[in-house]
C-alpha cells in the first residue's frame, strides 16, 4: 500500500510521536506509518535544537527579536508540537508587550495616556 501522507488537526507533543515510533519499533513488522513519522520527529527535533539554542541566549542582547519570532514561525509550522514552543511563545509575549509599552514612551503617547487618566480622575 502507498504511504500515509501525515496530516494533522491536532498536532501531537513530539515525545508522544517519539514513544510511538519507539513501541513501533518492537513490533516485527513493517509499518507504513512509521516512516512519515520519523520524518516528523526529525523536523521536530531539528527545530528543538535550534530552538534550544535561543532559549540558551534569552537574556543575551545580542538574540535579535526578529530570529526569535522567526523560530516560533518555523515551530509553529510542524505538524508535531516541540517541546521548547511554550517556553519561547512566553519569551515572546513578554518582548511584544514591553516592546509596545516601550513605543508608547518613546512616542509620547505614555505621557497623553497618563495625563487622561489624571484628568478623568479628577472628574
Do not use: N, Y
Not at 74 to 102: D, H, I, M, T, Y
Amino acid at each position: 500500500p502507498p504511504e500515509p501522507v501525515p496530516k494533522m488537526t491536532r498536532r501531537p507533543r513530539l515525545r508522544q510521536v517519539a514513544a510511538l515510533i519507539e513501541e513501533a519499533d518492537k513490533i516485527p513488522l513493517s509499518i507504513p506509518e512509521v516512516e512519515p513519522m520519523r520524518r516528523l520527529m526529525s523536523e521536530a527535533a531539528a527545530w528543538q535544537a535550534e530552538a534550544s539554542g535561543v532559549l540558551e541566549q534569552e537574556g543575551s542582547a545580542a538574540l535579535p527579536a526578529s530570529k526569535l519570532l522567526s523560530v516560533i514561525a518555523a515551530g509553529e509550522a510542524c505538524e508535531v508540537e516541540p517541546e521548547a514552543l511554550p517556553a519561547l511563545r512566553k519569551v515572546a509575549a513578554q518582548f511584544l508587550a514591553w516592546q509596545s509599552r516601550a513605543r508608547a514612551v518613546l512616542s509620547g503617547a505614555h505621557g497623553r495616556m497618563r495625563r487622561r487618566q489624571a484628568e478623568v480622575a479628577r472628574a
